[in-house]
């Protein structure tokens, strides 16, 4: 009958993992979203400059 009951636990046990995991990647991408995203401002403003020594475009 415990054999039941364990096979319970563990789905829930799975499921929090699972959870778990998702908030963390789901949060890396948000990080690196927004990493990308200035980058691509940095090099738009870059193109877009007449003056490429008014704002530092490489490094």
């Known amino acids: 009958m415990n054999k039941g009951?364990?096979?319970g636990?563990?789905?829930v046990?799975?499921?929090l993992m699972?959870?778990?995991i998702a908030a963390l990647v789901i949060g890396a991408a948000f990080g690196i979203g927004q990493q990308i995203s200035g980058m691509f401002e940095q090099t738009s403003a870059c193109?877009?400059?007449g003056d490429?020594?008014?704002i530092p475009c490489r490094g």
């Open 47 to 49: 193109l877009n400059a």
């Open 18 to 20: 699972l959870a778990a």
């Open 13 to 15: 046990e799975y499921g």
């Open 9 to 11: 636990a563990s789905a």
């Open 52 to 54: 490429a020594a008014a």
């Open 5 to 7: 009951l364990d096979r």
